[in-house]
């Protein structure tokens, strides 16, 4: 009796295990008809380097100073700059994947604005308009994180991939310059030319520590062996400012780069 009771024990206890076994396999992508585990197919995990270049165009409302008075009033600018840093490629399946990047951004910008006429005597004694423009070079840098996703096209190395950015500003200085546009025959005394330096290397009063965007694009992985070769491009959308109110700058970029990939996954 006590073994017709053993012998029923133990045939449940390894049908109960037969199905466990069944369950976890099909889990890890088996077949219904498996009853022994295996492991999923391993999936490509890329690492590597990679540089670029941006362009930023500012939407922008600010003034700077010479540390005594306002100089001038700025709006929209412009600017480019290189940047590098490191990024992975980590595949949920053969199709999605997460693709966190950490790189330095620089992000200087030219802005132009036109300065109030001025009368002044020329060497005739006579009154003319003095026609003026400043311009403020901005130096700007930062240190990004981006912890983008994609999807690949049909595994054929093609892929988009889009999510937010947070951004460490790490440089914020401009240099304020004035410039005669007309009479062209006038000069500035302290240069002798139609050009004068009034600031250099001074930093934004308000510079913001933090910035926030929206990133997306797309990009392609040619896999040479364990390599892969990738260039990407993608649109950065601002979400804030680089300045505190009641300053703005917003900076909308176009970057595009180029990384060299090792696989360690399959």
């Not at 690492?47 to 165009?57: A, D, H, L, N, S």
């Not at 304020?176 to 004068?196: D, L, M, N, W």
């Not at 892969?228 to 300053?247: I, K, M, R």
């Amino acid at each position: 009796m006590l073994c017709s009771v053993y012998s029923a024990c133990r045939c449940g206890a390894t049908l109960v295990l037969a199905c466990v076994l069944v369950v976890a396999a099909q889990a890890q992508g088996g077949r219904r008809t498996d009853v022994l585990l295996y492991q999923r197919p391993i999936l490509p995990l890329f690492v590597g380097i990679e540089g670029g270049y941006g362009r930023w165009t500012n939407e922008a409302s600010f003034t700077v100073s010479d540390s005594k008075l306002p100089c001038a009033l700025f709006t929209d600018g412009e600017g480019s700059g290189p940047l590098g840093g490191v990024k992975a490629v980590i595949y949920f399946n053969r199709w999605f994947f997460f693709s966190p990047r950490a790189r330095y951004e620089t992000r200087s910008g030219t802005f132009l604005t036109p300065l109030p006429d001025e009368p002044v005597r020329d060497e005739t004694n006579a009154i003319v308009q003095l026609s003026q423009e400043a311009q403020v070079d901005a130096t700007m840098a930062t240190f990004t994180f981006d912890p983008l996703v994609g999807i690949e096209i049909a595994r054929t190395g093609f892929y988009l991939c889009g999510g937010p950015s947070v951004s460490l500003l790490l440089d914020g200085t401009y240099d304020y310059t004035e410039r005669i546009k007309s009479p062209s025959r006038f000069t500035y005394v302290a240069t002798g030319t139609t050009e004068q330096s009034l600031v250099a290397g001074r930093s934004f009063e308000n510079y913001q520590q933090l910035a926030f965007d929206l990133r997306g694009g797309a990009g392609f992985i040619l896999r040479l062996g364990k390599f892969g070769l990738n260039p990407e491009v993608f649109y950065s959308f601002p979400l804030t400012s680089a300045l505190n109110s009641p300053d703005k700058m917003k900076q909308t970029g176009v970057v595009g780069t180029f990384s060299i990939l090792y696989n360690l996954g399959e």
